[in-house]
């Protein structure tokens, strides 16, 4: 069972960064494919990014590309999320997700989930 656990939220201003860390145990973070995940309050949780296994190819939510990035090392089993400018409507909380299935933006189609990191951007 692959258990994913994320770190590195917290309150931000406008324009700030923060770095987001889903760190995997139980499975090898190399053989699945990686996505960021955010949900706000009263909204549905939306896509924000993915990762193929090998890290040679990438996919963003229009909202946040060019501002976030994503990216992996499997010495550390580890995804990271970098936040960049940050907006007040950036504002949720992230979850990391894990499938074989290529790089959906569908969340049904992961299968492995953290429990959540909660980034607050205020104005």
């Known amino acids: 069972q692959l258990q994913l656990v994320e770190s590195g939220g917290g309150l931000v201003q406008a324009g700030d960064s923060l770095r987001l860390s889903c760190a995997a145990s139980?499975?090898?973070?190399?053989?699945?494919?990686m996505a960021w995940f955010r949900q706000a309050p009263g909204k549905e949780r939306e896509f924000v990014a993915a990762?193929?296994?090998?890290?040679?190819?990438?996919n963003y939510a229009n909202s946040v590309k060019g501002r976030f990035t994503i990216s992996r090392d499997s010495a550390k089993n580890t995804v990271y999320l970098q936040l960049n400018s940050l907006k007040p409507e950036d504002t949720a909380v992230y979850y990391c997700?894990?499938?074989?299935?290529?790089?959906?933006?569908?969340?049904?189609?992961?299968?492995?989930w953290g429990q959540g990191t909660q980034v607050t951007v205020s104005s």
């Open positions: 997700a894990g499938t074989r299935s290529g790089l959906p933006t569908y969340s049904a189609l992961y299968d492995y």
């Open positions: 990762i193929t296994t090998s890290g040679s190819r990438t």
């Open positions: 139980g499975r090898f973070l190399g053989n699945y494919n």
